[in-house]
């Protein structure tokens, strides 16, 4: 099974500060998720990337396959990116058996 | 249609009770999982469904019952639980492989708190 390590655990920064999440995994995927829960709701799905890089307005998400190792970027950072920021991969090599997920990072954007 | 709906939102219900769990999708996925969640843990897969039928059960108690009754559709029901069952249970749907080729992405509805006392 492969284990899904994300830091930091929590992060508190000011407004307009540049953020970054990262996440490494232990087994070659096909693909890597990044997702966003806010407190008490479900799940919002960010970027769902294989290789490289991402980009969907203030955030950015890359991917290093040969290294097992993905980052999560938000740009100038706002009180409304405040969330749990998670990193979650396939259980399997391609087949529909679900994601693991990493703890997630608690985020909070101070104005 | 790009959702996953679940309902209801919120559940209480005492440990003698019956009650369902839906979740409803109109993007022609045909894979669909239940995920529970505690508190500030990450979600635990816990069933998942593939075109139409039972591909994993994740070792679940016997008092969840998941059902499939079409592509669109997944219920959860739920009988004689426990209080450490109360979690929130979120809903999940996806492309399979046979789909289209490459990778896939999830869609996650907004769950059910659930509360049993």
């Known amino acids: 099974k492969n284990e899904v390590e994300q830091s930091p655990q929590n992060l508190t920064a000011q407004e307009g500060e540049f953020i970054t999440i990262n996440c490494s995994y232990s087994?070659?995927?096909?693909?890597l998720h990044w997702l966003q829960q806010h407190p008490g709701g479900g799940i919002v799905s960010l970027f769902m990337?294989?290789?490289g890089k991402k980009k969907h307005g203030r955030l950015i998400a890359t991917i290093n396959i040969q290294e097992k190792h993905s980052s999560l970027h938000i740009t100038a950072s706002h009180p409304r990116d405040s969330a749990v920021y998670i990193c979650?991969?396939?259980?399997?090599?391609?087949?529909?058996?679900?994601?693991?997920f990493g703890k997630g990072t608690h985020l909070i954007i101070q104005p | 249609d790009t959702e996953v709906t679940q309902t209801p939102k919120h559940l209480v219900m005492g440990m003698t009770n019956k009650k369902s769990l839906k979740c409803e999708q109109h993007m022609g996925h045909r894979a669909m999982y239940w995920y529970k969640q505690k508190a500030k843990k990450p979600p635990e897969l816990m069933f998942v469904y593939s075109y139409e039928k039972l591909s994993i059960n994740e070792s679940v108690p016997s008092r969840f019952s998941p059902e499939c009754p079409n592509s669109s559709l997944l219920n959860l029901h739920l009988h004689a639980l426990q209080p450490e069952d109360s979690a929130l249970y979120l809903c999940a749907s996806s492309q399979t492989p046979g789909q289209r080729s490459g990778s896939y992405g999830y869609t996650f509805g907004s769950g059910t708190r659930l509360t049993v006392v």
């Open positions: 979650a991969v396939p259980n399997s090599g391609g087949g529909a058996d679900g994601l693991t």
């Open positions: 087994v070659g995927i096909s693909a």
């Open positions: 990337l294989s290789s």
